[in-house]
């Protein structure tokens, strides 16, 4: 099993619906998350650290479910440039990081 | 500021070849990670310098494979008698926290 899973997509949504996925991770030890967001053929760039209250950016909001070992992403109001993959990190205790395979996301107008 | 560089940005070479990948984190980050990514794959995980720790060459999937650190600071990712398999983008990154921060990758085609 991979030390975190997500699922692919991709989610083809409208402009301005709302979106929002899952990834989970397999070690109860892991102790910080985040989302980075990849464009196509482009580096990784941070999206938002996922705080255990759960924690809003503009149209973003990140929550963490330690019980079931999941964060989630949720996009309000999408737009076309959140097109994009989004990729989930999640840092274990002893400072290993794993990213998982990312979600694809297509917004069209 | 400077973000993240890496060098050459596109590398063609032919199988059986050695290349040399560089990359220049951004100033005083004491941890650097390449990571490859296949088209339309995940992060894999290669290696990770944290300070003058010994590295972390867990992920590196073969004894082709090889990285340097030198001076706390530039990184060189060396494959030996590449195979096509190796095809990819290798990202570099660099973090002083938990906040990682990526370069434009080198993109690499082995025929």
Redesign the interface.
């Known amino acids: 099993r991979k030390e975190v899973e997500q699922d692919p997509g991709p989610f083809n949504v409208p402009e301005g619906a709302t979106v929002a996925f899952n990834c989970t991770y397999s070690n109860s030890a892991s102790q ?1 998350f ?1 989302w980075y967001r990849q464009d196509c053929r ?5 999206l938002m ?1 996922v705080y255990s209250s759960g924690n809003e950016d503009g149209r973003f909001t990140a929550q963490l479910n330690r019980a079931s070992q999941y964060i989630s992403l949720l996009i309000r109001d999408s737009k076309l440039s959140d097109s994009a993959t989004y ?1 989930c ?1 999640v ?1 274990r205790n002893d ?8 979600t694809t996301v297509t917004v069209r107008a | 500021g400077a973000g993240v560089s890496q060098s050459p940005s596109n590398k063609v070479t032919e199988k059986g070849k050695d290349v040399e990948l560089r990359c220049d984190p951004i100033s005083g980050h004491t941890a650097l990670y390449w990571y490859r990514q296949s088209l339309g794959q995940g992060l894999e995980f290669l290696i990770y310098f944290q300070g003058n720790s010994a590295p972390d060459k867990s992920g590196l999937p073969s004894d082709r494979f090889s990285a340097e650190r030198t001076g706390g600071s530039v990184s060189t990712l060396t494959i030996q008698r590449t195979q096509q398999e190796d095809s990819a983008v290798y990202l570099c990154a660099s973090s002083a926290g938990e906040t990682q921060y990526f370069g434009p990758g080198t993109r690499l085609l082995v025929l």
Request: no cysteine; charged share 20%; hydrophobic share 40%.
């Open positions: 910080s985040f482009k580096e990784p760039k941070l650290s990729l990190v840092i400072y290993k990081l794993s990213f998982g395979a990312g």
